[in-house]
């Protein structure tokens, strides 16, 4: 499907371009590739007076806020290197984004993320981001249940697993969202004011 439109309050959230996750390789959307296009996006978006939500994942260093509860995967044990939890430095320097950090994988569980959005009357977010499968499509479902419409770049985004990408982006994302290239998105944005 196509994006129909852009609503005049849409907001852009930018998930997890951070140091330490965009050091690794994407799936099948290579991570430089997602870093450009959500810059690109970025930068329209502040052109033109909406709102830009850079957020990234931490957790105190002795791991006392770390999600809980027992799973197959083993969590990393140790510390992270300095600096990891940094938004990348492409996306820094604009004082008009908004900033939330998250400890789980959705950016509106445990965040004032909604209440940034409701406040400034936004009705619509587009996503970016990495992990497709995890962060982004988190986000994606806490947005549509919040009744927001719910637009995914599709060439922003991108997975350590090209099949688990390529499940949200072809099973998930079609029943939560309009999912469109970067492009596309610009196309449909309104003009710059």
Do not use: C
Request: hydrophobic share 45%; aromatic share 4%; charged share 20%.
């Amino acid at each position: 499907m196509a994006i129909t439109t852009i609503d005049p309050k849409t907001a852009l959230v930018v998930i997890d371009l951070q140091n330490g996750i965009t050091a690794m390789p994407g799936a099948p959307v290579p991570t430089p590739d997602v870093i450009k296009n959500s810059v690109e996006l970025a930068q329209a978006f502040r052109e033109r007076g909406l709102p830009v939500v850079l957020v990234n994942v931490t957790f105190a260093e002795d791991g006392a806020d770390a999600l809980p509860g027992r799973t197959d995967q083993q969590r990393p044990a140790g510390q992270m290197p300095a600096g990891w939890d940094a938004v990348i430095a492409d996306l820094e320097g604009h004082a008009s984004d908004i900033r939330v950090t998250k400890r789980n994988w959705s950016a509106f569980y445990g965040t004032n993320l909604d209440l940034h959005l409701r406040r400034r009357g936004v009705t619509q977010i587009v996503l970016t981001g990495i992990a497709t499968s995890i962060g982004v499509e988190s986000t994606a479902r806490f947005a549509h249940e919040h009744g927001y419409h719910v637009t995914i770049a599709t060439d922003a985004v991108t997975d350590s697993n090209a099949e688990a990408h390529l499940n949200s982006v072809e099973r998930i994302f079609p029943r939560l969202a309009e999912n469109g290239t970067t492009a596309e998105i610009l196309a449909a944005l309104p003009a710059a004011g």
